[in-house]
T-cell receptor
Framework: GQQVMQIPQYQHVQEGEDFTTYCNSS?????IQWYKQRPGGHPVFLIQLVKSGEVKKQKRLTFQFGEAKKNSSLHITATQTTDVGTYFC?????????FGAGTTVTVRA | DGGITQSPKYLFRKEGQNVTLSCEQN?????MYWYRQDPGQGLRLIYY???????QKGDIAEGYSVSREKKESFPLTVTSAQKNPTAFYLC????????????FGQGTRLTVV
């Protein structure tokens, strides 16, 4: 069945530095979605990518969908303390929405 | 306000008892999902439903049951057959059979003692 894997599981970042989290699927995806969960909260939708090779930006966040539609990445530049949380990718296939294990981000001021 | 509501926020049960978690949405969404979240394991899909009176097993359905008698409601029963039920449970819904964003409830933290 469809599996979505994310790396790294934990990311400790110095404030102001950049980092990237990666998402890989065992099957081709119809779309990829990214969510953020703040500590103690619930996941909140960030963005959806649909087209092969698609790149979207939200301020300091850059999202990319791979050419084969089996992988995706989230790049954050100039990390801030507000970026703390867990970032999940989710892939849709056969109406299932399957989530990766997430990348938990902590920021050193 | 439109949204998705889970209740209660915290739930305690004795081992061997069945317990039902509530999930209600007024977003007119067709698709609804139940996920379980454990530390370091992300969100694992328990059950999902694309339409009223229809639902499918997710990746970890054993020990759980659901019903979808109304579009706005998708309750999850954690049965005594679930070997490790203590976890954070999240309900979500989406329009257009999952082709659009999912909205999550606040979650229910279940503790079985």
């Amino acid at each position: 069945g469809q599996q979505v894997m994310q790396i790294p599981q934990y990311q400790h970042v110095q404030e102001g530095e950049d980092f990237t989290t990666y998402c890989n699927s065992s099957t081709t995806l119809s779309n990829i979605q990214w969510y953020k969960q703040r500590p103690g909260g619930h996941p909140v939708f960030l963005i959806q990518l649909v087209k092969s090779g698609e790149v979207k930006k939200q301020k300091r966040l850059t999202f990319q969908f791979g050419e084969a539609k089996k992988n995706s990445s989230l790049h954050i530049t100039a990390t801030q303390t507000t970026d703390v949380g867990t970032y999940f990718c989710a892939g849709r296939g056969d109406y299932k929405l399957s989530f990766g294990a997430g990348t938990t981000v902590t920021v050193r001021a | 306000d439109g949204g998705i509501t889970q209740s209660p926020k915290y739930l305690f049960r004795k081992e061997g008892q069945n317990v039902t978690l509530s999930c209600e949405q007024n977003l007119n969404h067709d698709a609804m999902y139940w996920y379980r979240q454990d530390p370091g394991q992300g969100l694992r899909l328990i059950y999902y439903s694309q339409i009223v009176n229809d639902f499918q097993k997710g990746d970890i359905a054993e020990g759980y049951s659901v019903s979808r008698e109304k579009k706005e409601s998708f309750p999850l029963t954690v049965t005594s057959a679930q070997k490790n039920p203590t976890a954070f449970y999240l309900c979500a819904s989406s329009a257009d059979r999952g082709r659009t964003e999912a909205f999550f409830g606040q979650g229910t933290r279940l503790t079985v003692v």
